[in-house]
């Protein structure tokens, strides 16, 4: 059974850094572009980060760019999300999603394009 499983999530005060990480159960991330997205309350669900099964292509949204950097690790099969200088308007509940039969080098963070999605991990970002 296929399953990705989020960890890393908390309470930070703004400024600070959280990484969290992707672990993939049941199968191999390598073969799927991975994308980060995450869902404010009250907002709708939006891509975060997502990087190619390749890992040489990466797309960020504007409001994270300079901020969050993804990456994966095939040894781990994981895939982390490196979240710095948080500020509170980056408190979501963060989700990692793989897309089967992915391009090599696609990285879009379409969320219709995603079909296997983990259960998700709090970042709540205060003073």
């Known amino acids: 059974q296929l399953q990705l499983v989020e960890s890393g999530g908390g309470l930070v005060q703004p400024g600070g850094s959280l990484r969290l990480s992707c672990a993939a159960s049941g199968f191999t991330l390598d073969y799927y572009a991975i994308g980060w997205f995450r869902q404010a309350p009250g907002k709708e669900r939006e891509g975060v980060a997502c990087?190619?099964?390749?890992?040489?292509?990466?797309n960020y949204a504007d409001s994270v760019k300079g901020r969050f950097t993804i990456s994966r690790d095939s040894a781990q099969n994981t895939v982390y999300l490196q979240m710095n200088s948080l500020k509170p308007e980056d408190t979501a509940i963060y989700y990692c999603?793989?897309?089967?039969?992915?391009?090599?080098?696609?990285?879009?963070?379409?969320?219709?394009?995603?079909?296997?999605w983990g259960q998700g991990t709090q970042v709540a970002v205060s003073s």
């Open positions: 999603a793989a897309k089967g039969a992915a391009p090599l080098f696609f990285s879009l963070c379409t969320l219709n394009d995603y079909n296997y």
């Open positions: 990087i190619s099964r390749s890992g040489g292509s990466t």
